[in-house]
């Protein structure tokens, strides 16, 4: 599979930390880009606009001066998340932005646009573009993304429903670029399972909410750890669109979570609470299918270091198994 640009570079593991919109900020993705992943974050997170441009002067030059310190163990790039959805009246200026800093990896969202991707391509950045099913992927590469981010059922906030084995399946029918998968990733082993199904990275975003550097509230890890596959809501109440959320969340809240209503799709709203006046990612909590494996709170280098030793240690024991072959 055909790797382009920044996603060439030596990783820790093969892993892109997905962006978690309010959670992710500078001290989290500084983290993670040190410890040898690719760490992102949604530009909607820094508020006013202003403040973007802090945090991109703050990521560029605190990673060059990691690399001139580490020249044995650089940083991995970083990217920035862009919604391109008509409701995002920032997009113009935030792109204007990341192509000032020349952010090595950009993921668009909810929408693909040709002039979105040229103006990434114009200073040799490269354009991620996340999708629920093999119709969007198609949309995203035609309009010019150089790569895809799966997201299957399973994963954190926004996900699909197709199983990761069918959608890495349908893409790698006709896609040769670089993919990733997104849906229930926590451990190392699943990681390369991605992998084996055919992705080069693993998107792993849940996993992070639960560490240190991650701007989210005290109670929100805890209820990480305390929690499994089990404890996944999947409802399209609270934004328009469907996703995953933390059980207890939606109880705390007063509602019933095998009985929530449908919301108006047409009425996307992030962070509105839809028909409830509990708001999406403040009081009620997306998170994936994939926490089992997230027992307490690291740090973000410590997950990586976890992860990384996960991952190699599921390819010794594969490549040390001996192969089994039906008897005739």
Known sequence: MALTGALTKKLSV????????????PELVLAQCKAGIIGSFP??????????????ARITEELAAWDRAHPESPSAPFAVNQIVHKSN?????DLALCVKYKAPVVITSLGAREDVNQAVHSYGGVVMHDIINNKFAHKAVEKGADGIIAVAAGAGGHAGVLSPFALVSEIREWFDGPLALSGAIATGGAVLAAQAMGADFGYIGSAFIATEEANADAGYKQMITESAGDDIVYTNLFTGVHGNYLRPSVVRAGLD???LPVS??????????????????????????????????????ELVARLTREYNDAKARIMGAPLKVAAE
């Open 264 to 301: 108006d799709p047409s009425k996307m709203n992030f962070g509105s609470g839809g028909n409830t006046k509990a708001k999406a990612w403040k009081d009620i909590w997306g998170c994936g299918q994939g926490i089992g494996a997230v027992k307490h709170v690291p740090t973000a280098g």
């Open 14 to 25: 093969p892993v892109i930390g997905s962006p978690l919109f309010i959670i992710s900020g």
């Open 43 to 56: 530009s909607l997170n820094a508020r006013p606009i202003s403040m973007l441009d802090e945090w991109l």
């Open 257 to 259: 979570p095998d009985n």
């Open 89 to 93: 009246d920032r997009l113009e200026q």
